[in-house]
């Protein structure tokens, strides 16, 4: 009994389709006409964020790999060391904390009760906290010292794919701004970013405009068993995050790896009935991913690549490809991520099953 919404077949697809926008509107109004960025609700001093040393990172499930995302751009402009784990976790690990530490949670909602009391406790243990949320005035939003929103709209389908897009939005926009305030990069250099950080709707609009291309390459996987995503660098958590969003609205066994991790255990699992999706965006790791590439497939494995062009001379005859367009490498995922969410949802749909609500899933979860 699937929902007829605004000329979508279900509330993912329309989600989907909402990309761009989600995005756009996480972004606008966040930078001044003299390029400063500004953020909602501060209540840091722009002094004490400038003494930070170390950022730590908690979510779970998909808000945790748009943290993972985030990692590489607080490391690579902001000089910064940044933890990331999963709030389950880093609440009973007796984790090292201090006034210089920044505690970043992730949570669409706001309200997920694993990440509430991880920032909770790191609050209590006088670190900084801050709250990137979807939901002004959600639970975390009024704990944390600082909240900076994602304008993604409601999301209603239990698997979230607009507001991982902003989450990634809201943390790169947070990131430039410690960069800028920290001078670790010029203000030439924060500026060009943010031009940069702002084509990206407009790449992701091109990624939808191919939604029946990767509708084909998605039929013609119908009939496999199983699913390796890989990815190095922010192509990692985009393959973390293809394999869940295949997991949770299909039920087919999908994992993510690092591309580089292959070959120390899921390569055993590799054959004819297997998948392995590459993420492999230019950049200075293209070559080797695609190097992986060339293991599996000696192994039989059916190759599906996530490129920004034919990589001629590194193609089988019977690989399939996800072209998507090309932006700066750390923004990529926004992009990257867009035709393994269309891969999920056309499986899901053409199984019968219904994308919106899967089975023993919830779309917030308030117990522990
Ligand atoms: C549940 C949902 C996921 C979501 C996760 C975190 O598992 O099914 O889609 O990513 O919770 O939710 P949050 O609201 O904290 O981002």
């Known amino acids: 009994s699937r929902v007829e919404v605004g000329g979508f077949s279900d509330f993912m697809s329309k989600e989907i389709d909402e990309q761009p926008r989600s995005l756009r509107d996480t972004l606008a109004g966040r930078v001044d006409q003299e390029g400063r960025i500004s953020l909602d609700e501060l209540n840091i001093t722009q002094e004490e964020l400038k003494t930070i040393q170390k950022v730590v990172i908690v979510g779970c499930g998909t808000s945790l790999h748009a943290g993972m995302v985030a990692r590489y751009a607080l490391e690579h402009f902001v000089r910064v060391p940044v933890e990331i784990d999963v709030s389950s976790e880093f609440r009973y690990r007796d984790p090292v904390l201090s006034p210089t530490t920044l505690v970043v949670g992730v949570s669409q ?214 072209l998507v367009p090309q932006v700066h490498q750390l923004f990529s995922p926004m992009v990257d991520v867009v035709p393994l969410q269309v891969l999920a949802h056309y499986t899901s749909v053409a199984r019968g099953l219904d994308p919106d609500r899967p089975r023993n899933l919830a779309k917030t979860v308030t117990v522990e």
């Not at 034919?310 to 019977?318: E, T």
């Open 109 to 322: 909602s706001g309200e997920t009760l694993d990440t509430m009391v991880a920032l909770s406790e790191a609050k209590a243990s006088g670190a900084k906290t801050l709250v990137v949320s979807n939901v002004v005035g959600s639970s975390m939003a009024r704990m944390a010292d600082a909240v900076l929103y994602t304008r993604a709209g409601p999301e209603i389908s239990v698997a979230s794919t607009k507001t991982f897009i902003a989450q990634i939005g809201a943390l790169e926009i947070l990131a430039l701004y410690l960069a800028d305030l920290k001078r670790t990069l010029y203000p030439s250099e924060v500026n060009e970013l943010i031009g940069r950080l702002n084509a990206v709707p407009e790449a992701i609009s091109v990624a939808l405009s191919q939604i029946k291309e990767y509708e084909r390459v998605a039929q013609r996987l119908l009939g496999y068993d199983r699913f390796y995503f890989i990815g190095r660098n922010v192509g990692y958590p985009v393959a973390l995050e293809g394999a869940l969003k295949l997991k949770e609205i299909t039920y087919t066994p999908s994992e993510g790896y690092p591309a580089g991790e292959l070959k120390h255990g899921p390569i055993a699992m590799i054959d004819e009935q297997a998948v392995v999706v590459a993420i492999a965006p230019k950049g200075a790791l293209y070559e080797k991913v695609l190097a992986n590439v060339e293991e599996v497939r000696a192994r039989g494995a059916k190759v599906v690549l996530v490129v920004n062009e034919m990589p001629a001379g590194h193609m089988a005859s019977d690989d399939d490809v996800f």
